[in-house]
């Protein structure tokens, strides 16, 4: 099972932006996972191809099951 943390942005020109985090740290609280976005947007130093990230549009856990099977 592997889980990805997504913090959805909005750019300067109004364009979405994703950033995606590998297996993060369990449980997760809303209102810290906002303040670390807001001190991204703040620092300026992650961009997307779609500009500066602006504003905090979201975040969101994707929980993926993988089960592959031999194939004879």
Avoid: W
């Amino acid at each position: 099972m592997a889980k990805t943390l997504e913090l959805e942005f909005v750019t300067e020109y109004g364009k979405p932006a994703r950033l995606s985090i590998e297996n993060p740290k369990e449980p997760i609280d809303g209102a810290v996972v906002k303040v670390a976005m807001e001190a991204m947007i703040t620092s300026g130093v992650f961009t997307s191809t779609n500009g500066n990230y602006a504003s905090v549009k979201g975040a969101r856990v994707i929980d993926r099951n993988v089960t592959e099977y031999e194939i004879i």
